[in-house]
T-cell receptor, first 118, second 113 residues
């Protein structure tokens, strides 16, 4: 079946550095991907919609200059956390919908990336 | 902003008990999905309900979609410790952004042996 991968699964970085997280759809093309942030035992919070060939759409309150999104190809979206600070530590998850053209489209989630900023 | 109200937020029960999680909205959704998530992993799709009034069963889990397609419930019979996890409902309104889901706040279920 369709799979979405994320890399890395865990990353620890120093405050002030930048971290890039990759999200790949492995056997289908995704013109749209979604990036979420999740705190422990809480729901997913949509950060932005990544659009292939155009700029990402950010949710209200999400700093686009801090969370850079690049949808490089139909199978790859990257999220770069720039000048990371401890408050950016979180679990980041991406998803990609496999659009079937019907009522039911299947959303596939990546396994997540645990970011810890020291 | 479309909101999905999910309740309860936390549920702690003994093995063998039954439970129900509710997901309600004032908005109509074309489909509603239920996910289960374990710590450190991405959400895993349990079921998608599409038709108003639809009932789907997955072993001990029963999912219902309201007639008006605004609400849904997840019922677990004879819960087991392996059912422990974060349960999320998410609605798809087939809006301008295809594939965009609106998530409830989640229900953290703990089943004690």
């Amino acid at each position: 079946g369709a799979v979405v991968s994320q890399h890395p699964s865990r990353v620890i970085c120093k405050s002030g550095t930048s971290v890039k997280i990759e999200c790949r759809s492995l056997d289908f093309q995704a013109t749209t991907m979604f990036w979420y942030r999740q705190f422990p035992k809480k729901s997913l919070m949509l950060m932005a919609t990544s659009n292939e060939g155009s700029k990402a759409t950010y949710e209200q309150g999400v700093e686009k200059d801090k969370f850079l999104i690049n949808h490089a190809s139909l199978t790859l979206s990257t999220l770069t956390v720039t000048s990371a600070h401890p408050e950016d530590s979180s679990f980041y998850i991406c998803s990609a919908p496999r659009l079937a053209g019907g009522i039911t489209d299947t959303q596939y989630f990546g396994p997540g990336t645990r970011l810890t900023v020291l | 902003t479309q909101l999905l109200e999910q309740s309860p937020q936390f549920l702690s029960i003994q093995e063998g008990e039954n439970l129900t999680v509710y997901c309600n909205s004032s908005s109509v959704f074309s489909s509603l999905q239920w996910y289960r998530q374990e710590p450190g992993e991405g959400p895993v799709l349990l079921v998608t309900v599409v038709t108003g009034g639809e009932v789907k069963k997955l072993k001990r889990l029963t999912f219902q979609f309201g007639d008006a397609r605004k609400d849904s419930s997840l019922h677990i019979t004879a819960a087991q410790p392996g059912d422990t996890g974060l349960y999320l409902c998410a609605g798809d309104d087939r809006g301008s952004t295809l594939g965009r889901l609106y998530f409830g706040r989640g229900t953290q279920l703990t089943v004690w042996p």
